[in-house]
């Protein structure tokens, strides 16, 4: 079985949040649910409340509680997420993609996932105008060798941050997208690393509208889908199918 069915995705489009944290459960629930079978291969949609989603390794590090503290001040919710990775900063400017899947074996495939699925996120954002390739680049908040970024005539800037968690059954890969006002996001992470005394380059935070002014989330969200809707067709080898 490969990392991804590529068949017929269920999509929900989340309009309302229901708050950062109860935000972030919804998402272990459908896992859980889709683990359980009582649902299929879902991608959910939202645009988030603004939350600081410190990673695991954060919460153990002696500067958490003031970063925690530097979040409020900043407007932002502090969370530990269940997800790897280090501490990322997203609101209402943001687009969050939560692709789950019931899998025999959801270890198998993990990487593969983040290739497949980087790829796809950049294929997105390429439709919306943004040079954008999947790749670590040097300095950039919570890294990864499978964020996505953009091409700008000055500088890289990280756009999408990843992430996976997976239990027996299921598996939920989680992407960040920032699509609008890069300011307070930088802000925060700022402050926030300066607390956990991480090293990072201010620099390569930024948004979709940085480098292509005038998308908007909704734009970037249908562009999303479309790209799902045709890997799914390519997967099928026919020109007609559903995401």
């Known amino acids: 079985m490969s990392a991804w069915s590529q068949g017929s995705l269920q999509v929900i489009h989340q309009d309302l949040s229901a708050g950062a944290a109860a935000d972030l459960d919804r998402g272990i629930k459908l896992l859980r649910d889709a683990a359980a ?89 390429r439709r919306v105008g943004v040079d954008a ?37 299921a598996w939920l890969f989680s992407s960040v997208i920032v699509v609008e006002n890069s300011a307070p996001i ?10 956990l005394d991480l090293n990072w380059d201010p620099l390569t935070a930024g948004a979709v509208e940085d480098l292509t002014p005038g998308v908007s989330v909704e734009d970037v969200a249908a562009a999303v889908v479309a790209v799902y809707s045709g890997a799914a067709r390519r997967a099928a080898g026919s020109t007609s199918g559903s995401v």
Request: hydrophobic share 45%; net charge positive.
């Open 133 to 169: 390739a999947v790749g670590e680049i040097p300095g950039e908040y919570c890294p990864g060798e499978f964020s996505v970024h953009g091409n700008g005539a000055t500088a890289q800037l990280k756009l999408v941050g990843t992430a996976q968690r997976v239990i027996a059954g």
């Open 186 to 195: 930088r802000a925060v992470l700022e402050a926030t690393y300066a607390a």
């Open 37 to 125: 079978g009582t649902i299929g291969p879902t991608l959910r949609l939202y645009r988030p409340q603004p939350t600081m989603a410190f990673g695991q390794r954060d919460a153990r590090l002696a500067g958490f509680d003031a970063a925690a503290r530097a979040a409020r001040s900043h407007g932002f919710e502090p969370l530990v997420r269940r997800a790897g990775g280090r501490a990322a900063a997203y609101h209402r400017g943001c687009l969050i993609v939560d692709h789950i899947e019931p899998h025999t074996d959801a270890i198998a495939g993990s990487r593969e996932r983040f290739s497949l699925l980087g790829a796809l996120l950049a294929e997105a954002l």
